[in-house]
Nanobody, 124 residues
Framework: QVQLVESGGGLVQAGGSLGLSCAAS????????MGWYRQAPGKQRELVAR???????DSADSVKGRFAISRDNAKNTVYLQMNNLKPEDTAAYYC??????????????????WGQGTLVTVSS
């Protein structure tokens, strides 16, 4: 099994900054993409930013220039640095990862997992 543990959410005033981290653990063979999604009350979950194992990134237009995603492959950890936060950034933020895990001797199976979510609240 592969698990994701997120940390770093909290309450911040508009214009402030927060950093999130998400660490993967378990029978990992290789992680492909890791990303951050968010879900505000009454809204659908949406992509915030994602990063491949090679470092290619994409992000939602609403966060471009304010949020930065990065990754430490040696630690199986993805980060999200959020600057100039706005009240509309308030949401539960979820980490997601996909890749390959060890399922037996010389055998791998693919996986896709979500973290438990961490709440980010931006006050005006």
């Amino acid at each position: 099994q592969v698990q994701l543990v997120e940390s770093g959410g909290g309450l911040v005033q508009a214009g402030g900054s927060l950093g999130l981290s998400c660490a993967a653990s378990g029978n990992i063979y290789r992680i492909n993409a890791m990303g951050w999604y968010r879900q505000a009350p009454g809204k659908q979950r949406e992509l915030v930013a994602r990063i491949t194992s090679g470092g290619s990134t994409d992000s939602a237009d609403s966060v471009k220039g304010r949020f930065a995603i990065s990754r430490d492959n040696a630690k199986n950890t993805v980060y999200l640095q959020m600057n100039n936060l706005k009240p509309e950034d308030t949401a539960a933020y979820y980490c997601k990862a996909n890749g390959w895990m060890v399922v037996g001797e010389n055998r791998q199976g693919n996986f896709e997992v979500w973290g438990q979510g961490t709440l980010v609240t931006v006050s005006s």
